[in-house]
Structures are given as C-alpha cells and as structure tokens.
C-alpha cells in the first residue's frame, strides 16, 4: 500500500518536475536523446523525463552589444579607439543554439574585424564625418554574417571616435582658426555692406539735392519767361495804343479838312515837343520856317 502510494508520488513529481511553461517572447530549443528535436514557443509544455531536455533557453527580444572600444588605424596612418552598439535580434534559436559557440562573443569579433577594414580605407576627416556610411557598411556586412547563426543585426551605431590627444589638439586650432576666420569674413562683410549703405544714402541725397535745384532752376526760368512774355505783351499794347492814337488823330484831321496852315501849326507843336528831347542838334524843315516866321510877324503887329 505504501509503495503504491511512493510510486504514485513518485510519478506525479516526475510529471510535474517536466512541465515547462514558456514565457512571452522567449523559446525553448529541446533535444532528444542528444539530438534537436523541437523548439518550444509561448505556453505549457511537457518533456519526456530522463530523454528530452531543454538544451538552450533564447530570448526573441531586441538585444543590445555595446562592446569595448576598439583601437583602428586610418588609411594616412592615424590610431584611434572606436567604440560600437550593436541592436540585434534572435530570429532562429535552433541556429543560434547550434550554429557558433559563444554567439556573442563571435559578432563582437566580427565587429571589431569588420570596423577595422572599413576605417581602414578611410583617412581621419572622412572617418570623423562618415559616421553614417560607417554604420550602414558594418551593419551589411555583420548581418550577412550572423544570418546563419539566426541572427539579425537590426542597426549599427558608431558610439565614439576618439582621435589620439596630439591630433585632438590639432583639430581644436585648426577649429579656432577656421572660427576666427569666419568671424573676419563676417566682420568684413558688416563693413562692407554699411558702406554700400552710406554710399547709397549720400548717392539718393545727392540725387534729390539735384533734382531740387533743378526744378528751382526751372520754376526761376518759367517765372522769367512768364514776366518777360508779360512785358512784351506790355509793350506791345502800349505801342497799339499809340498807334490806334495816331491813326485816330489822324482820322480825325481828315474829317474836319485841315488846311495847309493847320497842318504847319501841328507840326510845330510837334517840333516844340522835339525840342524838349536831348538833342543837340534840329533840322527844321523849310516849311515851319516860313510857318515860324509868319507867327513872328503876327506877333509883332499885335504889339503895336
């Protein structure tokens, strides 16, 4: 009864001792008597006792290897350390559990080769600024490799370049003279475009100035012009004035049939009044002699 009871105890331990359970994004690589024979996936499992057993318990989840720096030499020659992350990701735990011993370990080999020929065709500037070709060469190649490892390698990130001190050094002066350049450059351009300024306001000054003394002098020109138009305008009214007054005079002395005698006493009302001029000198016509000396005997009787 007793041993019944052991036995049933026994084999009820044994049952439960081989049920596994499998968590979420993980796998179970099983062999049988030595050899693969299943993997399991997410849920309950039960393994034969004394023949099957869990060879290898695989993670699915994204990994991340941040390995050692690594000390590489430039195509002109220069040592730096570089350090890399790598993202992977188990895709076949079957291939990882049999398909290289020590997995990591092998990729961080792998890494380290690989980044040494890819720096090793590059010179120290473009090292410094082809982070990106860097990544995407090495992630190629790593997971071209580690694909039969059941392996993916999901992305490759350059974490640090360091250059040796002295060449550190040259880079920073190198930096500050280019800085300082820049600032010359910058400093030069402010200068010249405030001078391009200064000349174009004094350039817009000048023009305005002269085109205000131009239109002055023009507006000086209309008005002279305008004066002079009314002067002549002037003179030209007061000489048809005294022409309408003589042609009317005259019409005049046609109208009341002026003799001979009239005529000579207009004439030497005209002579008197030349008299009253400047000149010098008279020409009296024959005429008004005879006309003058006739006054003077009327004169003369009129006395007596």
């Known amino acids: 009864m007793y041993a019944i009871i052991f036995l049933l105890a026994?084999?009820?331990?044994?049952?439960?001792?081989?049920?596994?359970?499998?968590?979420?994004?993980?796998?179970?690589?099983?062999?049988?008597?030595?050899?693969y024979n299943s993997t399991w996936s997410t849920g309950i499992h039960?393994?034969?006792?004394?023949?099957?057993?869990?060879?290898?318990r695989v993670s699915l989840k994204e990994q991340v290897a941040d390995?050692?720096?690594?000390?590489?030499?430039?195509?002109?020659?220069?040592?730096?350390?570089?350090?890399?992350?790598i993202y992977l990701q188990i895709t076949d735990p079957k291939l990882f559990t049999y398909g290289v011993i020590n997995p990591m370990s092998a990729i961080e080999n792998l890494t380290s080769t690989?980044?040494?020929?890819?720096?090793?065709?590059?010179?120290l500037d473009e090292?410094?600024?082809s982070r990106d070709m860097i990544n995407t060469r090495m992630r190629t190649v790593l997971?071209?490799?580690?694909?039969?490892?059941?392996i993916k390698v999901n992305r490759v990130e350059v974490k640090n370049i360091a250059p040796p001190k002295s060449i550190q050094e040259a880079m920073e002066k190198q930096m500050r003279a280019e800085r300082e350049r820049r600032e010359s450059i910058l400093k030069a351009e402010g200068e010249k475009q405030s001078a391009i300024l200064v000349a174009?306001?004094?350039?817009?000054?000048?023009?305005l100035k002269a085109e205000a003394e131009k239109a002055a002098v023009i507006l000086q020109a209309e008005a002279a012009k305008e004066a002079a138009i009314r002067e002549a305008e002037g003179e030209a009214q007061a000489i048809l004035n005294i022409q309408k007054a003589t042609a009317d005079?005259?019409?005049?002395?046609?109208?009341?049939?002026?003799?001979?005698?009239?005529?000579?006493?207009?004439?030497?009302?005209?002579?008197?009044?030349?008299?009253?001029?400047?000149?010098?000198?008279?020409?009296?016509?024959?005429?008004?002699?005879?006309?003058?000396g006739l006054v003077t005997s009327v004169v003369e009787l009129a006395k007596k």
């Open 10 to 35: 026994f084999v009820l331990l044994v049952i439960i001792s081989n049920v596994r359970i499998v968590a979420q994004s993980n796998a179970f690589v099983i062999e049988r008597l030595g050899a």
């Open 67 to 85: 390995f050692a720096p690594q000390p590489v030499i430039t195509k002109d020659n220069v040592t730096m350390m570089i350090d890399t992350v």
């Open 143 to 150: 997971d071209e490799a580690t694909d039969p490892w059941g």
């Open 200 to 207: 174009e306001g004094q350039k817009a000054s000048a023009i």
């Open 46 to 56: 039960v393994k034969l006792p004394f023949i099957d057993r869990i060879s290898s």
């Open 127 to 129: 090292t410094l600024t």
């Open 114 to 123: 690989t980044l040494r020929n890819i720096i090793g065709e590059l010179e």
């Open 249 to 292: 005079g005259l019409f005049m002395l046609k109208n009341v049939n002026a003799d001979d005698a009239l005529i000579k006493l207009k004439s030497l009302e005209t002579l008197q009044k030349v008299a009253d001029g400047q000149a010098t000198k008279i020409i009296i016509p024959s005429e008004i002699q005879n006309l003058a």
